[in-house]
C-alpha cells in the first residue's frame, strides 16, 4: 500500500505524524491524568475491574493515515489528514480503557462518569456511542442516553469522546466495556486488525466468539441480579426478625 502514496501524501502523513510526535508528552499526560480521576473517584472504582491508558505509537498513526487515505478519502475525496487538522479528525491518539464485569453495571457507571468529567472540567464532544450488535442490550444503552451503533465485525464498546483541552484540541478516548467484551476485543485485534483476516473461517469464528462472548455477559448480569435479589431476601427476614 505504502508504494501507491503519491509524493503529497507521503508528505501530508509525515507532517501530521510530526506533529504528533512533537505533542506526544502532552497526549501522554492528559491519558494519565484522565485515568486517575476516574480511578480515584469511589462511586466509580467499585465498578472497575482494571483501567489501562496508551498513547498511540508514531508507526501506528502512520500506517492508520496510509489506510485512512485509500479507504476513505480517495473513495469520497475527503479532505486529508494533515497536521493542522489531526487533533480534530483522530479522536483516538490517546486512549484510557475501563473494563468493568457485567453489562448492566453500565446503567449506574454513565452518571458517574459524565458527574466526574463535568466535575474535573473536561468536555465531551458530541454523544457518547456505543457500539453494540447485540439488540437486547441497544434498549439498555438508548435508556441511559448512549447513542447506539453498530459495527459489521461485531465489536462491542462504548466510547466517549474526551475533550482536555479545547485550544489546544488535545482529546482522549474513553472506551468502557465489560470483560467478556475485553476477550472478544482482544483476540480479534491480534488476527483481525488492522487489516481483515485472510482466512474466512477465521472471521467466522470471530462472530462465534462475539455470540458466546454476549451469552456469557448476559449469564454475568443474570447472576449478579438473583445474587442482590437474593441479599435482599435474607435482608427482609432478618429484619423481621
Known amino acids: 500500500m505504502p508504494s501507491e502514496l503519491t509524493d503529497g501524501d507521503r508528505r501530508r502523513i509525515e507532517g501530521a505524524v510530526g506533529r504528533f510526535v512533537e505533542n506526544r508528552r502532552s497526549f501522554e499526560m492528559v491519558a494519565e491524568s484522565l485515568m486517575d480521576c476516574l480511578a480515584q473517584d469511589t462511586g466509580l472504582a467499585e465498578f472497575i475491574h482494571f483501567i ?8 501506528s498513526l502512520r500506517k492508520k493515515l496510509e489506510r485512512r487515505t485509500f479507504s476513505i478519502e480517495r473513495r469520497t475525496k475527503e479532505s ?3 497536521a493542522s487538522n489531526l ?8 486512549g484510557v480503557r475501563i473494563i468493568h464485569l457485567h453489562t448492566e453495571q453500565l446503567g449506574r457507571m454513565h452518571p458517574l462518569i459524565l458527574e466526574i468529567l463535568e466535575r474535573e472540567e ?3 464532544d458530541g454523544r457518547p456511542t456505543a457500539y453494540c450488535w447485540d439488540v437486547e442490550y441497544r434498549a ?4 441511559i442516553g448512549v447513542q ?4 459489521q465485525s461485531m465489536y462491542t464498546t462504548v466510547h466517549y469522546d474526551v475533550v482536555a483541552n479545547q485550544e489546544t484540541g488535545i482529546r482522549c478516548e474513553l472506551q468502557v466495556r465489560s470483560l467478556m467484551d475485553e476477550i472478544w476485543a482482544e483476540v480479534s485485534h491480534r488476527v ?3 487489516m481483515d483476516s485472510p ?6 469464528q470471530l462472530k462465534v466468539l462475539a455470540r458466546l462472548t454476549s451469552g456469557c455477559g448476559r449469564l454475568v448480569d443474570s447472576i449478579f441480579k438473583t445474587h442482590h435479589e437474593a441479599v435482599h431476601r435474607v435482608s427482609k427476614v432478618g429484619d423481621r426478625g
Open 140 to 143: 439498555l444503552f438508548e435508556q
Open 122 to 124: 473536561y468536555k465531551i
Open 148 to 151: 447506539p451503533s453498530q459495527r
Open 87 to 94: 487533533f480534530d479528525r483522530v479522536t483516538d491518539l490517546a
Open 80 to 82: 486529508g489528514v494533515n
Open 52 to 59: 489501562r491508558r496508551r498513547v498511540k505509537d508514531p508507526d
Open 199 to 204: 482466512s474466512g473461517t477465521c472471521r467466522d
Open 192 to 194: 483481525n486488525y488492522p
